[in-house]
């Protein structure tokens, strides 16, 4: 160990190449939308088996928008991923990811309760 430091290579960073790893994240988030989708309808399955409340009228209809929200983010997250260099994931987009799964599974409690 000398102590001397590498070179700095000389000019810009060569370009990522991203590989497969870009479709990996984009195929992990269409199972996570179809998951999501497939709890929703099960809880609308459920709350139709079992008669229409209010309360499961309003769980449905809750779940629908969560799903909606979620499938929207993912959406979005699946196109910026088609960039040579994907952006990192924004906190605020993690933030309703998370909360629509949060959500679909609080309202799918709901209709099951009921």
Same mark, same amino acid.
């Given at each position: ?35 999501a989708v497939? $709890? ?6 459920? %709350?139709? +088996?079992?008669? #229409? @409340? ?6 449905? &209809? =809750?779940?629908?928008? $969560?799903?909606?929200v979620f499938?929207?983010? %993912?959406? +979005?997250?699946? #196109? @910026? ?6 952006? &990192? =994931? ?25």
């Amino acid at each position: 160990m000398s102590g001397a430091e590498p070179p700095e290579p000389a000019g810009p960073p060569p370009e990522r190449d991203p590989g497969l790893q870009p479709e990996r994240t984009r195929l992990a988030w269409r199972r996570t939308t179809l998951s999501a989708v497939v $709890a929703a309808v099960l809880a609308v399955r459920q %709350a139709l +088996r079992h008669g #229409l @409340s209010p309360a499961s009228v309003l769980s449905v &209809a =809750l779940t629908a928008l $969560a799903l909606l929200v979620f499938l929207g983010a %993912a959406h +979005r997250r699946m #196109l @910026s991923l088609g960039t040579p260099r994907p952006p &990192a =994931l924004p906190g605020r987009t993690a933030g309703v990811v998370v909360g629509c799964t949060v959500a679909l599974g609080v309202f799918g409690l709901l209709v099951v309760g009921q």
